[in-house]
């Protein structure tokens, strides 16, 4: 039996008490949610895409979301949220993603249990394990399951069973949340972030998948593929006319390139 046969297995189980996958249209989520709506296509199990509206996270997620649903056939639930009214969150501390996953996810749990679903699954895949993620300590304690782990998928394997069922977004980049993109110990400012969503956007527009622009007070640190650099130089004009405008005094490229998580370097885990 192969490892798509037992996810499908897996969901079933699931489904049978009802279910609530966390969807932020991610390539982690989509897969769960497209082996869902395959096994629940007479509608004979309670089951609900739900994606929470957060202040932290890129602004396009609800639009591909919804689309997503929609093209899945699947009820989908939009929470609004304001991690922000929390100020263990606000403060930005090492822990932020631990309290932030509680928050948001206890209101994952209440949408649940007021609309008939025992179970709530999310798409942390088995690379997550690997990486520093205080945020899976919340999960656990709200019992969110997440049956990529369990069944050992890691992010390739999810891209490639996401291309063999025709997912559209099989190769999405990651879009994390964007505190990712503030040192840790720094208040988190709603209007500094809604400026690195927006020029990461232009930037994108420019060519690049995948894009970071993190912050270090007065200085823009731009990460890109390593690929990517020399083509990123080429734009720099247009770059400098995009960022100065938006506050950013200095403007870097990190010449290692992208990597995920790159703020969380020192931290031991």
Do not use: W
């Given at each position: 039996?192969?490892?798509?046969e037992l996810l499908y297995i897996e969901i079933e ?9 966390a969807f932020s249209g991610g390539v982690d989520s ?181 894009v970071r622009l993190r912050v270090h007070n007065e ?51």
């Amino acid at each position: 039996m192969d490892i798509l046969e037992l996810l499908y297995i897996e969901i079933e189980k699931l489904l049978e008490d009802g279910l609530c996958i966390a969807f932020s249209g991610g390539v982690d989520s989509s897969l769960l949610l497209k082996v869902a709506a395959d096994i629940n296509k007479t509608n004979r199990y309670v089951l609900y895409a739900v994606t929470l509206n957060t202040k932290l996270h890129p602004i396009n997620d609800i639009e591909i979301s919804t689309n997503l649903a929609k093209e899945m056939g699947v009820a989908h639930k939009i929470i609004e949220i304001d991690e922000l009214q929390n100020d263990e969150i606000l403060n930005n501390t090492v822990d932020r993603c631990y309290f932030c996953k509680k928050f948001m996810f206890q209101k994952l749990v209440d949408f649940a249990k007021a609309n008939g679903a025992k179970n709530i699954i999310d798409g942390t895949n088995l690379d997550d394990l690997s990486a520093y993620r205080p945020g899976l300590k919340a999960l656990k304690e709200l019992d969110i399951k997440s049956p990529l782990v369990e069944l050992g998928i890691d992010k390739n394997a999810v891209r490639k069973l996401a291309s063999d069922l025709g997912i559209s977004v099989a190769n999405r980049p990651s879009a994390p949340c964007l505190a990712t993109r503030i040192p840790y110990n720094t208040k988190l400012d709603l209007n500094l972030l809604n400026k690195i969503d927006k020029c990461e956007n232009e930037i994108k527009k420019m060519g690049f998948d995948i894009v970071r622009l993190r912050v270090h007070n007065e200085i823009a640190r731009i990460e890109v593929k390593r690929d990517d650099l020399y083509r990123l130089l080429d734009n720099s004009d247009v770059i400098i006319d995009l960022l100065k405008p938006n506050g950013f005094t200095y403007i870097t490229v990190d010449i290692e390139g992208f990597r995920s998580g790159s703020m969380d370097v020192n931290i031991k885990f």
